[in-house]
């Protein structure tokens, strides 16, 4: 099978059944990495936030509150440490953050983690010094939002972004997978008769039975390459060493 390419999706947990959506229906032709099934227990998060470099693709689902997100927002500031980021993203903008689209509401955004930082500046500094380190990571991270939020902004606010109805299909459309799917339509041809055939288009590694339409003869096919097999009249007991003469 073609190597499959890799999509990093960076989301908030309130738009987390549309990202199960995506996960679903891009299953099989791509190979999805999320904190649900890729992050595993105990594993640091940190060092898994910056893995949304490594994968060919980021999904971002922008919304509101993943802009206000500490965590969704210091993905991009790792994504955006990639040379050509803005080309392996697929961006969509929730309704709630079409502000990004108007400089005043871009605005606010960059205005809204500049008082985080101004929160967190002033916790800490009433903070002993020897138990500041935690808060001092938060800091850190929002002073980096704070470096890149309003580059990020500009990209997202310049691209067609296809709304969340029709973003699976444009990715879809975008990585070819259609085309995957149908260059795996397989005409399983009977092995006994060749007249009669049957069609299958499934993108699985897959040995199945199949019923010749044509003289009615039970034969077996490889999906994944398109391949058939006689079976012999199952006299003994039907198990796989009925298979003989591969075509
Ligand atoms: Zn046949």
Redesign the pocket.
């Known amino acids: 099978m073609t190597d499959k390419p890799s999509i990093f999706i960076s989301y908030s947990w309130v738009q987390k059944e549309y990202a199960d959506k995506i996960e679903h229906e891009l299953d099989g032709f791509v190979s999805i990495v999320r904190d649900k099934n890729s992050a595993t227990s105990w594993c640091n998060l940190i060092d898994f936030m910056k893995r949304i470099r490594d994968e060919d693709f980021a999904i971002l689902l922008v919304s509101d509150e993943y802009l206000k997100s500490l965590n969704c927002m210091y993905e991009i500031t790792q994504l955006v440490k990639e040379q050509n980021w803005e080309e392996k993203i697929f961006t969509t903008v929730f309704d709630n953050a079409s502000a990004i689209y108007d400089s005043i509401g871009s605005a606010l955004y960059i205005k809204y983690w500049d008082m985080k930082r101004d929160e967190l500046e002033r916790a800490l500094s009433s903070l002993p010094l020897q138990s500041q380190t935690k808060h001092q990571g938060d800091y850190q991270k929002v002073c980096e939002i704070l470096n890149i939020i309003g580059e990020f902004l500009k990209v997202v606010n310049e691209k067609k972004n296809p709304p969340p109805p029709n973003f699976i299909a444009e990715i879809k459309n975008y990585l070819g997978l259609q085309k995957i799917e149908d260059t795996l339509t397989h005409k399983l041809r009977?092995p006994?008769?060749s007249?009669?055939y049957v069609l299958y288009n499934k993108p699985v590694d897959e040995i199945v039975s199949l019923q010749?339409p044509?003289?009615n003869?039970f034969f077996r096919g490889n999906l994944l390459y398109g391949r058939t097999w006689m079976m012999k009249a199952p006299k003994k007991k039907p198990d796989d060493s009925d298979e003989i003469s591969e075509t």
């Open positions: 009977c006994s008769c007249k009669g010749c044509k003289c003869r």
